[in-house]
């Protein structure tokens, strides 16, 4: 098994007509920004990258990333177990070229601009943070209550009371 360490430098273009093949494993904590956003910086990802060459003649990278991380409940702040399973298609694009826009219907593939340079180890990492939930909460958590177990007085209860008579 590959440990990704530091970058995971390649040419896409090269990777793909060669139908290039990586897989191994990441670990969080070398990932600073995914790193910065859970709960607990600790976990490995099984990742894979696969270069091909349709009949077409376009070029593609497809990605996958599974494991599991812990995010921040957003009602209770304990931590959450998030089970991560992605996978993405890209089609290659020279950077700087347009993308034609009968192939921005297309739903099967993501458009990746690309020079002759791509750091794969990057690229799973942008991958995994967009497919983080904006919000994870507990299906069954309930919202905090104060430490005499009352329920906490809104924010806006202690605004009317500063609020002063005309």
Same mark, same amino acid.
């Given at each position: !098994?590959?440990? @990704?360490?530091?970058?995971?430098?390649?040419? /896409?273009?090269?990777?793909?007509?060669?139908?290039?093949?990586r897989?191994?494993? !990441? $670990?969080? +904590?070398?990932l600073?920004?995914?790193?910065?956003?859970? +709960?607990?910086?600790?976990?490995? @990802? $099984?990742?894979?990258?696969?270069?091909?060459?349709?009949? #077409?003649?376009?070029?593609?990278?497809?990605?996958?990333?599974?494991?599991?991380?812990?995010?921040?409940? =957003?009602?209770?702040?304990? /931590?959450?177990l998030?089970?991560?399973?992605?996978?993405?298609?890209?089609?290659?694009?020279?950077?700087?070229?347009?993308?034609?826009?009968?192939?921005?219907?297309? $739903?099967?593939?993501?458009?990746? /601009? +690309?020079?002759?340079?791509? #750091?794969?180890? =990057?690229?799973?990492?942008?991958?995994?943070?967009?497919?983080?939930?904006?919000?994870?909460?507990?299906?069954?958590? =309930?919202?905090? %209550?104060?430490?005499?177990?009352?329920? #906490?007085?809104?924010?806006?209860? !202690?605004?009317?009371?500063?609020?002063? /008579? %005309?």
């Amino acid at each position: !098994m590959f440990m @990704f360490r530091g970058a995971w430098l390649i040419d /896409p273009w090269a990777f793909a007509r060669t139908s290039g093949r990586r897989f191994g494993a !990441m $670990d969080l +904590a070398e990932l600073s920004r995914l790193s910065g956003s859970v +709960a607990l910086p600790d976990g490995v @990802f $099984d990742v894979s990258a696969t270069g091909s060459v349709a009949e #077409d003649g376009h070029s593609y990278i497809n990605v996958k990333a599974s494991g599991k991380i812990w995010l921040t409940c =957003q009602r209770c702040l304990d /931590p959450i177990l998030h089970v991560v399973r992605h996978e993405v298609l890209f089609q290659l694009w020279r950077t700087g070229e347009a993308l034609p826009g009968d192939e921005l219907l297309e $739903d099967g593939f993501d458009a990746l /601009p +690309a020079g002759n340079e791509l #750091d794969l180890a =990057q690229l799973i990492e942008d991958e995994v943070l967009l497919g983080l939930p904006l919000s994870p909460r507990h299906a069954d958590c =309930q919202v905090p %209550h104060s430490v005499s177990g009352a329920a #906490d007085s809104s924010s806006f209860d !202690m605004l009317k009371k500063l609020r002063r /008579p %005309h």
